[in-house]
């Protein structure tokens, strides 16, 4: 079935920097792609997602780039911040089997003052 | 208030016992899924439910059922639970399967001792 692959696993940056997420996944079919935070102790929540008849999208201080040939997506937060500090999950859609929510293994991210 | 309630939060059971993860949602979604969070392996789909007694194995169904008799409420159970079953729960919900945002609950925390 649908595998996505995240990378890194862990990131440090210094605060103010930009952090960069990079996902990729098999199926061709995968038209939705969203990314989830999550905080210390919390649930999951989505922070944006990007849709496959898009390249880029961009909600602040975070954007989304969409490369379908080569099947990966990333995520990119501009001038971090340590509130920005948690664990990050890419996913996709498995249209292949019933559009099913596929998650990568996430990204837990530190920024530092 | 959109919700997805997951009980219990904390639950401690002896091996060999049966256990029982209930959720509801308060926003008519059809669909709801069962994950399983383990560090280094991110989120595991175990079921999906796309509406009452309508439901699919996911990735990790091995050892679980489910159980979905009303739309707003979505029960996994593990019959004589296993000590690799301790992880956190989380249960979700969504309008439907494609380009729609996932819902997460608080989660619940499951140790088989």
């Known amino acids: 079935g649908e595998q996505v692959e995240q990378l890194p696993s862990i990131l440090r940056v210094q605060e103010g920097s930009s952090a960069s997420i990079n996902c990729s996944y098999e199926?061709?079919?995968?038209?939705?792609f969203p990314w989830y935070k999550q905080e210390p102790g919390e649930n999951p929540k989505l922070i944006i997602d990007i849709r496959s008849n898009m390249e880029r999208k961009q909600i602040q201080e975070l954007i989304v780039l969409l490369d379908k040939k080569a099947k990966r997506f990333s995520l990119h937060i501009t001038d971090t911040q340590p509130g920005d500090s948690a664990m990050y999950f890419c996913?996709?859609?498995?249209?292949?089997?019933?559009?099913?929510?596929?998650f990568g293994i996430g990204t837990l991210l530190s920024v530092k003052p | 208030d959109m919700k997805v309630t997951q009980m219990p939060r904390y639950l401690i059971k002896r091996m060999g016992e049966n256990v029982l993860l209930e959720c509801g949602q308060d926003m008519s979604h059809e669909t709801m899924y069962w994950y399983r969070q383990d560090p280094g392996l991110g989120l595991q789909l175990i079921y999906i439910?796309?509406?009452?007694?309508?439901?699919s194995e996911g990735d990790i169904p091995k050892g679980y059922r489910v159980s979905r008799k009303k739309r707003e409420h979505f029960s996994l159970i593990l019959d004589s639970a296993k000590t690799n079953q301790t992880s956190v729960y989380f249960c979700?919900?969504?309008?439907?399967?494609?380009?729609?945002?996932?819902?997460f609950g608080k989660g619940t925390r499951l140790t088989v001792v």
């Open positions: 979700a919900s969504s309008l439907g399967t494609t380009n729609t945002e996932v819902f």
């Open positions: 439910s796309y509406d009452v007694d309508s439901n």
């Open positions: 996913a996709a859609i498995r249209g292949s089997s019933g559009n099913k929510l596929i």
């Open positions: 199926d061709s079919a995968s038209n939705y």
